[in-house]
């Protein structure tokens, strides 16, 4: 009698793959009502067809996810309220932009038992300061919501290669365990640690370090920029002696420089989240949300990838353009993360203290081609 009602907002590519990991676990477990209702953005495919009904005739999102069943029990729906309406277990899964229009049109329109997690790698950054897209959903819904992130390229988990991903909660532990058992399955492991904001930053920007590492040119040139920047960061660390070769030799080796971009990368991410939020755990970073997202978005995400092209393109094409051409409809997060953690470290006078972070947001928006970061780096102030 008490059976919960899982939506999914948003088919993607990964909300399309977490569609069917829930459809599979729905269909298992007594407690969750077997139909998972997926709210599709409408859209008319070249043939013509609505792709509402392309994925409900075939089962599969020919679009987002083509070649892969999403199970019986999917229901596609591109009526947004009608999808939302009887659902206590709803599950936010678009681009991060669109998350704010999405909540403005459901208010009060959900009910109010309903509990939310947000799979959404991105904030928004507003007048009072920068907001995470779970405190965006409990504000404008009024709702509790727990985060899942993790090492999860999508395409990977749809053919079921193992992965891991980490469930963040707030207070409710009991909450948490009931995400964990709706999205486990053999080949997803999923644990939660009691760390919102922690889990929902390292998702976040490990997007704009994706950028740094896809970015060929930008690798050739950040050790220069670091070294002037970084040295006596490191310093007073005990981290790095004053022989700081090291970087440069790097230059020859592609892993190894590429390591390093991580490396720093990581740090950034672990002092912009805590010098946000204070409860932010150390233990965070080593969950799969953490080390592990970071490697695998660096290694082989879209980020990556168009971030590789905007390089080798000296910088001349837009990532817009290479969005639209390299993912075909699927959306970049990195970009407009830099450009959203850039406002709060200038906001708060911290731009020096993230020369990665603000690096990235320079190359993207064309004020520094990637090939100047060298010339750019002399004339900037120093880190003391
Ligand atoms: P995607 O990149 O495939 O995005 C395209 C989706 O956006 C489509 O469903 C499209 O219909 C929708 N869309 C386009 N315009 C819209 C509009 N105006 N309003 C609402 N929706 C619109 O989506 P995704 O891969 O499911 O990513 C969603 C979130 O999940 C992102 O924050 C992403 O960082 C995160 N994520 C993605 C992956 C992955 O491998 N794809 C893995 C983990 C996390
Ligand atoms: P990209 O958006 O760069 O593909 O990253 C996907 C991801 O978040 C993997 O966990």
Redesign the pocket.
Known sequence: PNKSRVTVV??????SVAAKLIASNTLKFPSFHDEVRMWV?E?TLPSGEKLSEVINRTNENVK?LPGIKLGKNVVADPDLDHAVRDANMLVF????Q?MEG?CRKIVGKIREDAEAIS????MEVKMEGPCMISTLITEQLGINCCVLMGA???NEIAVEKFSEATVGYRQNKEIAEKWVRLFSTPYFMVTAVQDVEGVELCGTLKNVVAIAAGCDLLMLFLPFYFLKHFQLLFLSNGEFGTDSTGFVDGLEMGNNTKAAIMRIGLREMKAFSKLLFSSVKDNTFFESCGVADLITTCLGGRNRKCADAFARNGGKRSFDELEAELLQ???L?GVSTAKEVYEVLNHRGWLELFPLFTTVHEICIGHLPPSAIVEYSEHTPKFS
């Open positions: 948003g088919s993607g590519n990964w909300g953005f859209e987002y899964v678009t681009p991060h669109f999405i799979l959404i790698k991105g999860n390229i999508a409809g699927q959306k997060q």
